[in-house]
């Protein structure tokens, strides 16, 4: 069965720091890149940044460059979305989903899909 479990979000300060992390299980990890994507109320699921471990690149939106890293460490299964200086506009729920071959940002690309983890940032 395929899972993909997204933690770490939570109530935050506006500038403050979250680490969300992404267990994954059920398929072959190294074959599959990892997105992170967010949705806010009432807007639609967009993608913040992906990594492909195998081809050794990522990729981040623009709303977030600068401000997140996203890595991953195969040996886990499990990839991690590091957010500094975040804003009140970050609040959302936060999935991270699968997808093979390269990196990718559109959410109909990805193949599996975990449950999301909400991040709320208060100004």
């Known amino acids: 069965e395929v899972q993909l479990q997204a933690s770490g979000g939570g109530l935050v300060q506006a500038g403050g720091s979250l680490r969300l992390s992404c267990a994954a299980s059920g398929f072959n990890f190294d074959d599959h890149a990892i997105g992170w994507f967010r949705q806010a109320p009432g807007k639609e699921r967009v993608g913040v940044a992906c990594?492909?471990?195998?081809?050794?690149?990522?990729y981040y939106a623009d709303s977030v460059k600068g401000r997140v890293t996203m890595s991953s460490d195969n040996a886990k299964n499990s990839v991690y979305l590091q957010m500094n200086s975040l804003k009140p506009e970050d609040t959302a729920v936060y999935y991270c989903a699968a997808k093979t071959g390269a990196v990718g940002i559109e959410a109909y690309e990805f193949d599996y899909w975990g449950q999301g983890t909400l991040v709320t940032v208060s100004s």
């Open positions: 990594i492909s471990s195998s081809a050794g690149s990522t």
